[in-house]
């Protein structure tokens, strides 16, 4: 787990803690912490998830120096979705129908070319509009 250490070390001195100190708040014994920040010893789960609770992080940023952010791992279909509902409920729609699958699941493959087409042909016009 390199880097833990440091990332420990500057998030201790940010909230103006000795290690002893912290060792005593979270129950260690004396200097365990500082092995930590040493990286002479590896805290198991549960105590990394006490140092992310005591500091206000997540277990990820003192494992990987970041914070998890689960649209960064969605694929772009999906994170377009995601874009596109957020367009809708923005507009007052909380529920469109374009996006309901089990609403457009009884329509034929020439049904959705012809929506899709449509809506194309729309938003081209509307591009062609605004020029």
Request: proline share 3%; net charge neutral; aromatic share 8%.
């Amino acid at each position: 787990m390199k880097g833990l250490g440091q990332r420990l070390e500057n998030l201790r001195e940010r909230s103006d803690y000795k290690q002893k100190e912290i060792s005593a708040l979270l129950g260690f014994t004396t200097n365990v912490y500082g092995m930590y920040e040493r990286e002479e010893r590896t805290p198991s789960l549960e105590t990394l998830v006490k140092l992310a609770d005591f500091f206000h992080v997540s277990v990820d940023y003192l494992l990987r120096g970041k914070e998890y952010h689960p649209s960064e791992e969605l694929p772009t279909d999906i994170l377009d979705l995601k874009r596109l509902l957020k367009l809708y409920r923005n507009n007052g729609i909380e529920n469109p129908s374009i996006l309901r699958v089990e609403d457009l699941n009884s329509l034929s493959a020439s049904d959705l070319a012809f929506l899709d087409k449509m809506v194309k042909l729309y938003l081209d016009k509307d591009k062609v509009a605004k020029k």
